[in-house]
């Protein structure tokens, strides 16, 4: 991924005026530079990740204004009364940003730039492709020198940056000379670091032999801009507001989202057609279910058939005999045969409720692993036995409910009855 960073020329310069750009990489490489106009800078907008605009220093003034302590979205607000008797005209048509921190002074330093000017260069980037634009004050792009005044001369005007959010820019059309002797005099006594064009070096390293000490020429480079623009923060893009975010083009998803959609109506559609053929085999279930038992027992209403089918086999069954694994009969019979097989204690009492024998056993007959010999021995008939205390454990049929294959099916005659003795075993 690449950064495009575009240098502005200055108003001043009219409206034809070329504008400088580097092209370059995530890993700081020098991919391309030139000059050009921007709106024939598309491809390169288009493939950049970022677009950085380095606004003129003499079309963004750097304010220094006593600012109370407030939070950001309350300091946006009170920024057009802040400036007001700083800015000539109405602030409203100005964008305006605060530096995120104070100056040594107190001071906020307060970026001001012309709305009805940067709010068409912004969407005209935005229009080429851009996918993140920034604006950035270029005196603010110069390179940091502690305890030193950092200037340029070139495209038209002089620029200098005091310090981290200090600095501003002059459009000045005049002889090397005279720019040189503004720089020094905007400077003052601060030792001066002033980058010039190339070609212009040989003759300011001349003047400035006369102009006097504490002057350090140097060639100007991209590199020193693309440096000195990743100490700043002070974008004007967001004070833009939504005009500086990019507009997103739906026509390019219309395809995409066509294609979604229709893949949302063929899933919807298959899943009603398949609750459909469900619902479909499940009346016809039903209905055959009903039949069999209309047909099983002609003279009994139909409410739940399943249920009452279960109910009538389980009575027919009792009748001829047959307990069921829920039945009393059944959990005696078992619990007696498990017990004589394992040599189970002696039963105190047996109590059954709903489908289950409770059976409590005397304390002195119960010895250890007993409870687990007789569970196993039941769940081979398909019983569960759970412990609920020493000595007392409840007998039910088991989910599965199922014999274990092999195991003796206890039938117990019709009219037979349990007795429960309290001093030994059934």
């Known amino acids: 991924m ?7 020329p200055a108003r001043a310069e009219g409206e034809h005026a070329l504008a400088r750009f580097a092209l370059v990489a995530d890993g700081g490489a020098l991919l391309q530079q030139g000059e050009g106009a921007i709106r024939s800078l598309g491809d390169l907008v288009a493939a950049s990740r970022r677009v950085v605009l380095l606004l003129a220093a003499a079309d963004v003034t750097l304010l220094h204004v006593k600012a109370p302590p407030l939070s950001n979205a309350r300091l946006k607000s009170a920024l057009p009364a802040l400036v007001e008797e700083h800015v000539l005209g109405d602030p409203s048509e100005c964008v305006l940003v605060a530096a995120p921190s104070e100056s040594p002074d107190g001071t906020r330093s307060v ?5 009805a000017w940067l709010e068409p260069l912004v969407k005209s980037l935005l229009a080429l492709g851009a996918r993140s634009v920034a604006a950035l004050p270029f005196q603010l792009c110069l390179p940091l020198h502690p305890g030193s005044v950092a200037a340029a001369i070139g495209g038209g005007e002089v620029t200098l940056r005091h310090g981290l959010y200090e600095g501003l820019g002059l459009a000045l059309a005049a002889p090397p000379a005279v720019a040189l002797q503004t720089v020094r005099a905007l400077a003052g006594d601060s030792p001066l670091v002033l980058t010039v064009p190339h070609d212009q070096l040989g003759e300011y390293q001349a003047l400035a032999l006369e102009a006097g000490p504490a002057i350090t020429l140097e060639g100007e480079h991209w590199e020193h801009w693309i440096a000195g623009s990743k100490s700043t923060t002070l974008d004007l893009v967001p004070g833009l507001g939504a005009a500086g975010a990019k507009v997103r083009d739906w026509q390019r998803w219309r395809w995409p989202l066509r294609v979604a959609l229709l893949a949302l109506l063929v899933n919807v559609v298959g899943l009603n057609l398949e609750w459909l053929r469900l619902k479909r085999e499940a009346d016809a279930l039903r209905l055959s279910i009903t039949q069999t038992f209309t047909r099983t027992y002609p003279g009994q209403p139909v409410q739940l058939p399943l249920a009452q089918m279960r109910a009538n086999v389980a009575a027919a069954k009792a009748g001829q005999g047959q307990a069921g694994p829920g039945d009393m009969l059944y959990l005696a019979a078992a619990l007696g045969e498990a017990m004589r ?6 039963v105190a009492t047996l109590d059954y409720r709903a489908g289950a024998l409770t059976v409590k056993a005397k304390p002195e007959s119960v010895t250890a692993g007993v409870g687990a010999r007789l569970a196993a021995a039941l769940a081979a008939r398909g019983l569960a036995l759970d412990e609920q205390g020493p000595g007392v454990w409840r007998l039910s049929a088991s989910p599965a409910g199922v014999p274990a294959p092999g195991a003796n099916v ?15 075993q059934q």
């Open 2 to 8: 690449t950064t495009l960073y575009i240098r502005h």
């Open 111 to 115: 970026a001001v730039a012309q709305r």
């Open 341 to 346: 097989n394992e040599g189970g204690p002696a």
């Open 410 to 424: 206890i039938r117990v005659p019709a009219g037979s009855t349990v007795t429960t003795t309290t001093g030994g």
